[in-house]
Structure formats: C-alpha cells, structure tokens
C-alpha cells in the first residue's frame, strides 16, 4: 500500500521593497511578476502558504494569494530574533510535510535566521521533508531573475554534523540517512542503473548495527567488504558526481574500517576496544577487551576461538588461576578486567557502593595499555 502523499507547505518572506515587474526564470518557465512567490506558487503548487513580514511590509502585493500571514519584528537584536523563533514555532503547522521556503525577499539578516530555523525544524521534526530553499537572483542589467535552489547549502551543513559525529563519537548513523537520502534524490532523477551507492549504503547501515551490538567477530569481514568497496572507481566517481560531501569523508572512512584488520582476532578485537573508548563508549571497550584476552587464549592454545565450549573452558581456567592467586601478568589482567567489567555488567546493582565515572574511564584506558603489553609480550615469549 503506497503512503500517503505529504501536505505541501510554502513558507514565503515579505519585505518593504520598492518591488518591480521582474521576468522570473524557473524551471525553463518564465514568469513576469512583482513578487518570487508567484512563480514559486505556480511551480511548487503548496497546499498552504504562510508569508512572513513586517507590520511595514508590502502586504498589498499579495492581496490576490490565499495565504496565512505572521508579522514578526524586524530582527534588529537578539531579543527580537527570539521573538521571531516563538511565534513560527507557535503559528506555522509543518507536521508530516514537505515544506519549501522562499527567501528571495527577505530583508536585513532574515536568511541567516531562516537556516538557523530550518535546522532547527530539521532536528524537532523528524517527519517534515524541506525540499527547497528557493531564492531568486536579480540581473539588473536584463531585469531577469533566475530563481536558484539554496537547500544544498543546508544539505552541506547536514554533511558538516555528520562528519562531527564521526570524528568524535565514531556513529556512522547520520552518515548512512545523508547516503540513503542522497540516493533516493538520484532515482527521482530518473536514474535506472545499478549504483555503488545503494552498496554502500547497504554495508554502512550493517557496520553501523554491528558496532552498536557490539558483534565485533563480524568487524573484520564487514571491514574487508568496506574497504573493496571504497577502492572501487565506480564508487568514487559516482560519489565525485551526485555526493560531493561524501567523497571527502572515504578517506576517513576507509581509515577508521582498515583499523579493525588485524592479522589475529585478539589483536583486531583489542583494536575494536580501543576505538570504543576513543568515541566515548567505556562499558563497550570493556565487553570487548574482556572477550579479546580470552581470544587470545584459545588461539595460543589451538583452540578455535568461536566455538562456545572452548570459551566457557578458558574463561574458567582463567577464573581458576585467579582465585589460586597466580601471578601470571595475564592471570592478573583477567582479574581486574573482570571485576571492572562486572560492576558495568551488572548497572552497579548488586551492592550499594560510591562509583566515579571519570576514574572508571581512566581505569579502562589503563587496562587497555595493560592488555597490549602482556598479550604482546607472551607472544613473543612463547
């Protein structure tokens, strides 16, 4: 069953211009009007239009338009620009809509103020789709204005978080929405043929869920799907052609996926806990660099490290060395991997106890060193 269609909202800017018939240029249409949202109505054809302006503004230019008007202060401080964030929230409808704005009259700062909205909006309201951010551009010398389309400007700015995110938290999630957005814009287009972009999307999507459950045995080979992909030339052109901010990001891309190819699992696992603690996920570095110790035990024992039984078998022998008060350096690491990893495992609720949060991070960094010292140092002592 085909969803419904959005409703088709138009929010125009009114200013108190000495407006003149202008030949408006859009979509290989032209139009001679007074006013941009003539032309704009007649393409973009809105369910509703709102028209925000001045109490000075030129009202009379729109007489003949069914539309709802807002005045809103004139934006000559920060506190009228509060005022003028209130009363759109509080008196614009947007819900579940594909909304367009027309900033070709706006006046003083307006459309600074107008992309600070729109990602507001963005960000509240999940569900509304701006689709365009039209503007028009006066040739004084031809009395022409070709009506231009600014929402890659506030796309760009989508681009800019998601590579924040990236960087400081290593989450893939908006980069995966701004990929399979990018991808749907291309089929509208009329595009049939097969794209990269649709395989990358696809794998994204898969590293993204596999770092969020923590599935770090499939890091590896979801890591060498990535990374043939991101060498392909097919791939890097298409993202040069239809997704500009995203070519700039596979070289970090294909940096942060070649960390977790190792040429062991402990050691691509303890790489997987490094990266969890450097985006700000303590509890998941732990999870894993527990399971890396007892990786490393089943490899240096023959044993294969994914078979259930043979981990059960380590980890008790490991318990065992513990409570024998073995001094092995390893013996010693799973002790306090263990006892660290049990208080996060267990929310602290076993027993009431002070806990600090700050010193607990640090005390997982440490480990982490700990554990790529003695691991590395048995190896080649064996």
């Known amino acids: 069953m085909d969803k419904p269609s959005k409703s088709k909202v138009l929010i125009s800017f009114l200013g108190t211009g000495n407006y003149q018939k202008v030949k408006y240029q859009l979509n290989g249409q032209s139009y001679e009007s007074d006013l941009s949202i003539l032309p704009i109505n007649d393409y973009f054809k809105p369910d509703k239009i709102y028209i925000i ?76 789709e701006v689709s365009h951010i039209f503007y028009g551009i006066l040739d004084q010398k031809t009395n022409e204005s070709q009506i231009i389309d600014l929402r890659p400007l506030s796309d760009l700015l989508d ?45 994204l999507k898969e590293l993204t869920d596999i770092t969020k459950m923590t599935y770090v045995p499939q890091l590896g080979e979801i890591s060498g799907v990535l990374t043939q992909l991101l060498d392909d030339e097919t791939l890097r052109q298409e993202t040069n052609v239809y997704l500009k901010p995203l070519s700039l990001l596979l070289p970090e891309l294909k940096e942060m996926i070649g960390r977790f190819k190792k040429p062991t699992e402990w050691e691509a696992q303890l790489e997987a806990a490094k990266w969890y603690l450097e985006n700000k996920k303590p509890s998941q570095a732990l999870l894993v660099l527990r399971e890396a110790i007892v990786t490393y035990v ?37 002790d306090k991997v263990t006892q660290l990893r049990n208080k996060v495992a267990h929310a602290l609720m076993k027993r009431r106890e002070n806990i600090y949060p700050d010193r607990s991070m640090r005390k997982v960094d440490e480990l982490i060193n700990e554990a790529e010292f003695v691991m590395k140092e048995q190896k080649h002592g064996s």
Not at 79 to 108: G, K, P, Y
Not at 159 to 187: F, N, P
């Open 53 to 128: 302006g001045t109490r000075d503004s030129r009202w009379e230019l729109v007489a003949n338009l069914n539309y709802e008007r807002l005045e809103i202060p004139a934006g000559k401080s920060a506190d009228e620009f509060w005022q003028m964030f209130d009363l759109l929230l509080q008196n614009i409808s947007i819900s579940e809509s594909e909304v367009a704005f027309d900033i070709t009259h706006c006046f003083r700062s307006i459309p600074f103020f107008v992309i600070i909205f729109i990602k507001f909006i963005k960000f509240m309201k999940k569900s509304i």
């Open 298 to 334: 089943c490899l240096a024992s023959g044993m294969d490290p994914y078979e259930k039984e043979r981990r059960e078998e380590v980890e008790k022998k490991l318990g065992e060395a513990v409570k024998s008060k073995s001094q092995d350096p390893l013996h010693k690491l799973w």
């Open 159 to 203: 681009w800019m978080e998601a590579i924040a995110s990236l960087k400081k938290y290593g989450d893939l999630d908006d980069l995966c929405l701004l990929t399979e957005r990018a991808e749907k814009q291309i089929r509208k287009q009329g595009i049939k043929q097969p794209l990269k972009l649709a395989n990358l999307k696809r794998e």
